[in-house]
């Protein structure tokens, strides 16, 4: 098998050589040669049931705050406790089983409340319709799953792509099966990633984040940070280098082209870091956008004989040929994948044939889709493989979807057959919508083959999971979006055309951000104006960092996201090379040349440890994030009801830099002994001078040819 280059660079250099985050010769857990108990009844049905909830929580969530949570750690984590005191004979890929369902459901609503709800705000709709929301639900969260089937080993063997998640959900699942330190551990820190969680999100008794902006020379300077501990340990599992990218991205966003656009054009009035984070989403978010389709249109190039290599030779193998193949390489064959999805391509076109009534529309739509759909559904894997699902920007791959799905629109709907702007709206949102719903599943399905991948698990029984997990969610979705909106009205837009009875102000109006700018980009596109300029000044910054031989993709994701949501991630990584670096310079003496064995071994032994408390902080964070959707649903206001006021912005730094103080002296204790303060003081020196360095562009570099 394939061993990537970066797993013979420096250790202390933050790269990551934790068992399975780089290695593609890591054994399974269990063993290709051992069969156990993995797709059951029980496992079904607990999966199922699991699976409901996360869908109906993350999916109110994500309309309220613009966000959902992961749910295959949490899911993981209450697959353990539930088989665990239900049976005594549970196996980890029973486990592994239920989690690849449960999280399967809260991926696809990301998807669906990013697009759907944009019908009820254009006004094509006054209520969900059930029947289309299931279609674009079932259409492309299967489309979705066949295609990252195809695309599993690619990523997961052939590339070997962290899957920071994958990997924290492997320990989760391990640290179950064998108890001992390892159980301890990760229930130690999912209790205080619990308490951090109960405390930020249930009571807000401290703030989530921390930001403000100051005039400076006629523009304004801004900082921020989101204090999130779970992005944290998202950060200390991907390493260094990635989260310095993604982090180089974030501040070229909000410290040059932000202040450069304020300057330019003004700043909007009110609250100064206000005005900033405005000018950001309105204006350079769309830079990313344009970025991530030139980068997502790269990295597939650049892999493309791969790709064809790896299908060509999983359509050419027989059933003689896969009956060999090892029971943890089983795949559902290709040609069963590549015929479903022929299946899938026939019904949605005859699903946008009923809807739209146009043949040529129709027909023009599901060849985009099979085309589309397929390419954002490996961008969405790869990203997810980089800095995991819950940081992938699936509202960006979504707005970049709808810019394609505009142009085929207007060419076709418009230009040719001259159909009525109402007509050309409908298509848009229902073409973009399944591409949508396709790629927001992608990234999920290939973190949870990933974790299948490290725990032993058959392919095609997690895959067939996961075709479980998505039917489900898709039958969910529909009647909750429904009693949402009938409950609170699902975005202010359509709140003001049709309020609720007792509410005419609309003030319990979920947000949806995502579908108000998915609705404003549709009908801009059709009668009003679109920010194209953005996208295609991201264009040619991305094109700008190919010929600087930089990571594109990288770069774009943390030009996309808010800086302050780049801020822990970087944090973390910093952390882990940091550690990494003082355990070399204490076992070698200095950090020059190879480290030796002993050090390697060392640093993987606290990266191991690193990795399982890391998955309880983000187990726990995000298992609260499930419980404040459902109180919120339930107009449980905890901090109304005890008469909690939160504190200030500082006492809130200070509260979740004890956590990450917690988490630093958990990991410490694996960490050899005699390590002196000015060792920690001269390797986070050189680690932050390795990563400016890095952010210089290679063909820029002196002792580069």
Known sequence: MKVMVRDHLRCFDGERTIRGVVSATEDPFIPPDVTIPELTVRAVGVGIVLGVLMTAANAYLGLYAGMTVSASIPAAVMSMIILRLMFNDVTILE?????????????????????????????????????????????GGWLGTMFTIALRRLFIVEEALPYPEGVACREVLVAGEEGGDGMVAILYALGIGALYGFVVKVTASVHHAVEGAINFLGTRLYAGADLSVALFSVGFIVGLRIASFIFLGGVIGFGILTPVYGLINGWPEGDLAAGFTSIFLSQIRYIGVGAMVVGGVHTLWTMRTTIIEGLSGAFKAGDGEAERLLRTEQDIPLRYVAMAVGVLVILTFLFYWQTTGSLVLALAGALFLALVAFFFSAVAGYIAGVVGSSNSPVSGMTIATLLFTVLLVWVVGDLILNLAT?????????????????????????????????????????????????????????????????????????????????????????????????????????????????????????????????????????LYLPLKLSVPIMLGGLIAATMGGVIVRRIDGDMEGEPSVEAKNAVDTMQARGVLIGAGYIAGESLLGVLLAVMIVLDVDLSAMLGITALGDLASLLFFLWFVGVFVALVSQTMPRGITPGMVVAVIVGSVQRTLQRMIPSVLRPDES
């Not at 009820?120 to 259409?139: C, E, K, M, R």
């Not at 969610?473 to 359509?494: E, M, Q, Y």
């Open 95 to 139: 486990n592994n089983s239920v989690q690849t369902m449960a999280s399967a459901g809260e991926s696809l609503a990301a998807g669906v409340i990013f697009t759907v709800p944009a019908f009820l705000v254009v006004g094509l709709w006054t209520d969900i319709n059930w029947g289309i929301t299931l279609a674009i639900a079932l259409l």
């Open 422 to 558: 109402e007509e050309l709206i409908l298509a848009t949102l229902l073409i973009a919508a399944v591409v949508a719903s396709s790629s927001a599943i992608a990234g999920d399905v290939m973190q949870d083959l990933k974790t299948g991948n490290m725990v032993g698990a058959t392919p095609w029984r997690q895959q067939t999971a996961e075709v479980v997990g998505v039917t489900v969610g898709a039958l969910v979705i529909g009647p909750v979006l429904s009693l949402l909106h009938n409950a609170f009205r699902i975005s202010a837009t359509a709140c003001l055309a049709d309020p609720l009875p007792g509410d005419p102000t609309c003030s319990r109006a979920l947000f949806a951000p995502q579908a108000e700018l998915i609705g404003a980009i549709a009908q801009g596109a059709f009668g009003g104006s679109i920010n194209i300029q953005m996208v295609m000044l991201g264009v040619l910054f991305a094109l700008a960092l190919i010929r600087l031989k930089m990571p594109v993709m990288s770069v774009a994701i943390g």
